[in-house]
Nanobody, 117 residues
Framework: QVQLVESGGGLVQPGGSLRLSCAAS????????MGWYRQAPGKQRESVAI???????TYADSVKDRFTISRDNAKNMVDLQMNSLKPEDTAVYYC???????????WGQGTQVTVSS
């Protein structure tokens, strides 16, 4: 079982920045693919950024060149630096840890990000 705890959400004006952090409880954190997802009201949860156990990173087109995902395996942490925030980035952001062999899929409780003037 992996526990994920997100922090860093809040209210920010358009064009501003926020940094989300996710702390994981697992001693085998480095084996997990870590990701940030978000869900806006009335919409499906979507992938924002994923950093695989080997370091490969993928971003949603909507956040490329604005968001940066990073991980620190020594600290069991994954961060999401969000710059040039837009109102459409408003959502609950979730941290995810996943492996495929064996299949394991864990979610944090979510943190609210609101971009508004």
């Amino acid at each position: 079982q992996v526990q994920l705890v997100e922090s860093g959400g809040g209210l920010v004006q358009p064009g501003g920045s926020l940094r989300l952090s996710c702390a994981a409880s697992s001693r085998v954190f480095s084996f997990y693919h870590m990701g940030w997802y978000r869900q806006a009201p009335g919409k499906q949860r979507e992938s924002v950024a994923i950093i695989r156990s080997g370091g490969i990173i993928t971003y949603a087109d909507s956040v490329k060149d604005r968001f940066t995902i990073s991980r620190d395996n020594a600290k069991n942490m994954v961060d999401l630096q969000m710059n040039s925030l837009k109102p459409e980035d408003t959502a609950v952001y979730y941290c995810n840890a996943k492996t495929y062999v064996p299949y394991r899929d864990y979610w944090g409780q979510g943190t609210q990000v609101t971009v508004s003037s």
